[in-house]
């Protein structure tokens, strides 16, 4: 069955700490794997994209990794500032016959950066 | 370019009525997806229309439909409200259809509440 859990279900850090996220998936076939942010009451933003050949990716202070022999990713935030208080989304596109890919969605790590 | 727009943002209705959510997807985007989203349950995908055509649906009953429109506009429809149904409703468009062969941007969400 094609699953993404995420870890921890929830975090609190105080503004300017680093944090990571993690991501596990059981999804094949793999196509990509993606981390979107989602501020309360708001759609989730793409921070990055990652294909099977990628192992790292960054979008200013988020850094993004794969290992795809593993099938765990992770997304480290660098010095946080409290407006990347949100819920980070780590989203895994699984490619069928045709073409045709669906993503599988993890139910979110909520983080929350206080002053 | 302008995002995807959906409307209304904020919806409240009675339990047994129906409703009509709409999205506008990013200008040349032709594939629209529709997702619920509860808190504890992540994104769940609701269908997804590709030249006015329903290309996929996911696992939900047949109070909730959905159309779309020559100009790519898409409007989902769920009738017999249950309280259940409350829940932030999202669109993403993207560019080809799959949700996964390409980037998915988001809308704002329609929060509906249902009394």
């Known amino acids: 069955k094609n699953q993404v859990e995420q870890s921890p279900q929830s975090l609190i850090i105080l503004e300017g700490k680093n944090c990571t996220l993690q991501?596990?998936?059981?999804?094949?076939?793999?196509?990509?794997l993606r981390w979107y942010k989602q501020d309360t009451g708001r759609g989730p933003v793409s921070l990055t994209i990652?294909?099977?050949?990628?192992n790292t990716k960054s979008n200013g202070r988020y850094t993004a990794t794969l290992d795809a022999d593993t099938k765990q990713s992770s997304l480290h935030i660098t010095a946080s500032q409290l407006s990347d208080s949100a819920s980070y989304i780590c989203v895994v596109s699984a490619g069928f016959s045709g073409g045709y890919n669906k993503l599988i969605f993890g139910a979110g790590t909520r983080l929350a950066v206080h002053p | 370019k302008a995002g995807v727009t959906q409307t209304p943002r904020y919806l409240i209705k009675t339990r047994g009525q129906q409703v009509t959510l709409s999205c506008s997807p990013i200008s040349g985007h032709r594939s629209v997806s529709w997702y619920q989203q509860t808190p504890g349950q992540g994104l769940q995908f609701l269908f997804e229309y590709f030249s006015e055509t329903q290309r996929n649906k996911g696992n939900f009953p047949g109070r909730f439909s959905g159309r779309q429109f020559s100009n790519s506009r898409s409007e989902m429809n769920v009738s017999t409200l249950e309280l259940g149904d409350s829940a932030l409703y999202l669109c993403a468009s993207t560019l080809k259809p799959g949700q996964g062969n390409t980037e998915a941007f988001f809308g704002q969400g329609t929060r509906l509440t249902v009394v």
């Open positions: 991501c596990n998936y059981t999804v094949s076939p793999f196509s990509n």
């Open positions: 990652m294909t099977f050949s990628e």
